[in-house]
């Protein structure tokens, strides 16, 4: 009776049909991984059907997406950073994003995302470079 809501991390849909199961409390929130190269979009669409807040973490792809030339490029286009570019797709695709840095300065990059838009056709450049690539852990693997 303390406990009036509950986040989860790393759950799938599999998981989160087991925890549906397994209690009455269906979680609030559920972090998972998210970026240019990790797009899980059925996961997404499952949790916004039961309100569960997705929350993408690894904007950044662990630093692998800011050498990645389609990003370089449209950091230059628009004359970001590529890590804003990364941060400022996931924010557009209604993801809350969670950086992380312990760089003063990169941490204020990171929130210069909201005074620019990435048009349609940038976006959908960036929601194809999916190729399932985890750079944390993969939670498939949990049963």
Not at 21 to 26: F, G, K, Q
Not at 61 to 66: C, D, F, Q, V, Y
Not at 67 to 87: D, E, F, M, S
Request: aromatic share 8%.
């Amino acid at each position: 009776g303390l406990c009036r809501s509950i986040g989860v991390s790393n759950f799938l849909i599999s998981h989160l049909e087991q925890l549906k199961e397994d209690c009455v409390i269906t979680p609030h929130v559920n972090q998972v991984e998210y970026h240019p190269f990790q797009r899980p979009q059925e996961l997404v669409d499952y949790c916004r059907s039961r309100d569960i807040v997705f929350e993408g973490y690894c904007p950044l792809a662990k630093g692998e997406a800011l050498t990645h030339p389609i990003i370089i490029q449209l950091a230059k286009k628009y004359g970001r950073t590529p890590a804003q570019i990364c941060i400022r797709w996931s924010i557009q695709n209604g993801i809350v994003t969670i950086p992380k840095s312990t760089k003063a300065e990169r941490i204020q990059e990171n929130c210069r995302v909201f005074d620019f838009t990435l048009a349609e056709d940038d976006v959908e450049i960036l929601k194809g470079m999916h190729d399932g690539r985890h750079v944390s852990w993969d939670p498939s693997l949990i049963v």
